[in-house]
C-alpha cells in the first residue's frame, strides 16, 4: 500500500522560509515523479513543482520559480520542497503525490497547512 505523509507546514511571514517533507511508504520511485500541489481557498489547485525521481529533473510553475526548490532523499524515499522568500499569496494546502508517468498522480498525501502572513 502506496502512503504519502506531508510534514512542515505552519504559519510564517511574509519573506520568512518553511521546508515541507514528503515520507512515502510502498512506493519505489524509480522512473517515477513527485510533485508538489497547493490549493488555496476558492482556487484550484495547482502544480508548484515536480521533479523525476532518477534524473533529478524539475519544473517549477512561474509563480514560485527562483523562490521554491524541490529535492529529493533517495536513501530515505522522501521529497522536500524547500520555500524561500514566502509571500502571503503562497497560502494554501501543499499536497505532494508521486506517480509513474509524466502528469499523472495515483497517489496524494493528506495534506499541510501553509500561512504567510504579511
Known amino acids: 500500500q502506496v502512503q504519502l505523509f506531508e510534514s512542515g507546514g505552519g504559519l510564517v511571514q511574509a519573506g520568512e522560509s518553511l521546508r515541507l517533507s514528503c515520507a512515502t511508504s510502498?512506493?519505489?520511485?524509480?522512473?517515477?515523479?513527485m510533485g508538489w500541489f497547493r490549493q488555496a481557498p476558492g482556487k484550484e489547485r495547482e502544480l508548484v513543482a515536480r521533479?523525476?525521481?532518477?534524473?533529478?529533473?524539475?519544473y517549477y510553475a512561474d509563480s514560485v520559480k527562483g523562490r521554491f526548490t524541490i529535492s529529493r532523499e533517495n536513501a530515505k524515499n522522501t521529497g522536500y520542497l524547500q520555500m524561500n522568500n514566502m509571500k502571503p499569496e503562497d497560502t494554501a494546502v501543499y499536497y505532494c503525490?508521486?506517480?509513474?508517468?509524466?502528469?499523472?498522480?495515483?497517489?496524494w498525501g493528506q495534506g499541510t497547512q501553509v500561512t504567510v502572513s504579511s
Open positions: 503525490a508521486a506517480g509513474r508517468q509524466l502528469g499523472t498522480y495515483d497517489w
Open positions: 510502498g512506493f519505489t520511485f524509480i522512473s517515477s515523479f
Open positions: 521533479i523525476r525521481w532518477n534524473t533529478g529533473s524539475q
